[in-house]
């Protein structure tokens, strides 16, 4: 009997094992809305892709590669066709291959995807939605898929299944520093290649600092003839410590031209930072009367904020940044342009005739928790956000711009913490939430050797690992009504200490996948173990498309 018993116990285990086994694993990052697997699998190999005509011709883009990739990796020709006589109505009974339609009832960005044996049926209402059902798609696919080379040995199959997906945020964003160390426009695509992976939307493009000015402006030749080049950069965090090196570099207006139109085939828009009035030492050392001593100045080589900020008593001030932000709106459409707003000290206003008169005829004065030196810096940002919405662009600025009286229309994108946006939220404001504690992605991860070789320029006192930032919740300490002025979340790449491609992707990844999913799941979408795991395959992904890392498990 025990023997019996015991042979019972063997065989349900087994069985427990092979069913689990057999369970297919759907390991998207990030993590749809609904899945919902079906019995057995649909072969891709050889598949036929089908497509609806009134798709747009970068869809259809998309939609070739993907068809062309699996042509390479299973080393069997796919057909791409328009579809005719079906359409999204049609059942998926009734279709063999990948078909593509368009549903204008489904939300921007929403996409479903429908798999059984004999065909994949793929529905979404705009170019984001069908890209990121792709992105989704080629998730499901073999990691072989990335190597660009035939693997016909491996099973091309993938699980049948119903995905129901739509992002919780509608801004996801990723900025990058380009001003302390300059990334050229190849390194660039390929950052922007892994954030359209993962389903952000928005490139934000820190160009000017007072380290380096990185967009050609051509009224003003002198911003990148001088202000891109410093004579050399601090290494350490001690800040007497420089290597006195000549560095630089910048962008030609036909590069950003590539990079903006490039970023929308993704589904990405860029949304250029002129970071004023302070952060402006590479400017004022090219045109010396932007400041209030006349100098003279020089692109800086530490880092940190200098008390050197530009002079707002000037009108002369303000017609050189009307002209450059007239150039920046030529050539970025996006509906927002950064205005930075950050870490600008007051000393030298205080001190500045210029500065003081225009405090005088503005009758700014103390009280109500605010200087009059900080009521100056909203006249600034009221009139370059005046000047824009001229040109039909609206402004984002750092949360020191709520010092004071900020006006109506301004988005506010809070670092210090999450208060800033929580008080700008409460007031009516949207809000972008970035607060250092999660999603300031150059912080330190951990105490591994590359975690100390690869770190921001203050290193933290906890660790700001992926486990960290997939434990934000953006909507945390607001009401319902406030919580709808939160336009979504941004991670933050600053570069002091980011010197290369292999120090950034370590310090970018697994956070960026950890960040993607705060971006765009629902909270009960959410759960790290399970996150944790897929990362497990994903490496193997970064591994092929050769992008350096830290490894989740460590």
């Not at 796919?78 to 009974?93: H, K, M, Q």
């Not at 601090?234 to 036909?254: L, V």
């Not at 990362?535 to 830290?550: A, C, S, V």
Request: with cysteine; proline share 5%; glycine share 8%.
């Amino acid at each position: 009997m025990k023997k019996l018993l015991f042979i019972t116990i063997c065989l349900a285990a087994a069985c427990s094992l092979h069913a689990k086994k057999a369970e297919p694993s759907i390991d998207v990052i990030p993590q749809p809305e609904s899945i919902s697997i079906q019995k057995g699998t649909f072969k891709v190999k050889g598949a036929g892709f089908n497509y609806d005509s009134t798709l747009d011709p970068a869809t259809v883009q998309f939609i070739a590669k993907l068809a062309d990739d699996i042509y390479v990796g299973c080393g069997r020709p796919s057909s791409l066709a328009e579809a005719a006589g079906v359409n999204s109505g049609t059942p998926i009974e009734a279709l063999k291959g990948v078909y593509f339609f368009k549903d204008a009832t489904m939300e921007p960005e929403e996409y479903k995807i429908e798999i059984n044996n004999r065909a994949a049926k793929i529905v979404a209402s705009d170019h984001n939605g069908f890209l990121y059902a792709i992105f989704t798609f080629r998730q499901l696919l073999p990691v072989e898929l990335w190597t660009g080379k035939t693997a016909a040995a491996v099973n091309w199959s993938i699980p049948c299944c119903v995905i129901k997906d739509k992002p919780r945020f509608k801004y996801r964003g990723l900025e990058l520093d380009c001003a302390r160390h300059f990334y050229n426009v190849d390194q660039v695509k390929r950052l922007l290649d892994l954030a359209a992976m993962y389903k952000l939307n928005r490139f934000h493009w820190h160009l000017t600092e007072d380290q380096g000015w990185r967009i050609e402006i051509k009224k003003y030749p002198a911003l990148t003839e001088v202000g891109a080049f410093r004579s050399g950069t601090q290494q350490t965090y001690d800040k007497t410590k420089n290597d006195g090196k000549r560095y630089g570099g910048y962008y030609t207006q036909d590069q950003i031209r590539e990079v903006v139109a490039y970023a929308a085939d993704l589904g990405i828009t860029v949304i250029p930072e002129l970071d004023l009035p302070g952060h402006m030492l590479a400017a004022m050392a090219s045109y010396p009367w932007l400041g209030c001593t006349g100098g003279p100045y020089q692109v800086w080589t530490r880092w940190g904020v200098s008390d050197q900020v530009l002079c707002v008593g000037k009108e002369s001030t303000f017609k050189f940044l009307f002209d450059v932000l007239d150039e920046m709106c030529e050539l970025f459409p996006s509906e927002y342009i950064h205005i930075g707003g950050d870490e600008c000290p007051k000393t030298e206003w205080s001190k500045c005739p210029a500065c003081q008169a225009k405090i005088a005829e503005l009758g700014l004065k103390d009280g109500d928790g605010a200087t009059k030196e900080q009521r100056l810096q909203n006249y600034v940002t009221k009139r370059v956000q005046d000047y824009l919405a001229g040109k039909g662009r609206k402004v984002i600025g750092w949360d020191e711009i709520l010092e004071g009286e900020l006006s109506e229309g301004a988005t506010v994108m809070s670092w210090r913490g999450t208060k800033g946006g929580i008080k700008a939220a409460n007031a009516g404001f949207d809000v972008i939430m970035t607060p250092t504690t999660y999603c300031y992605l150059d912080y330190k991860q951990g105490t591994r050797p590359e975690d100390d070789a690869m770190g921001a320029g203050y290193p933290s006192k906890s660790n700001y690992d992926a486990r960290n930032l997939y434990g934000f919740e953006p909507l945390e300490g607001l009401s319902n009504a406030a919580a709808a002025h939160i336009m979504g979340v941004q991670g933050n790449m600053w570069t002091e200490y980011i010197r290369n491609d292999t120090e950034l992707y370590y310090m970018l990844i697994p956070r960026l996948q950890a960040l993607s999913e705060v971006q765009w799941c629902q909270p009960k979408a959410r759960n790290y173990g399970r996150f944790e795991s897929k990362m497990l395959r994903h490496e193997k992904i970064m591994d092929t498309l050769g992008y350096n890392y830290r490894p989740i498990s460590e």
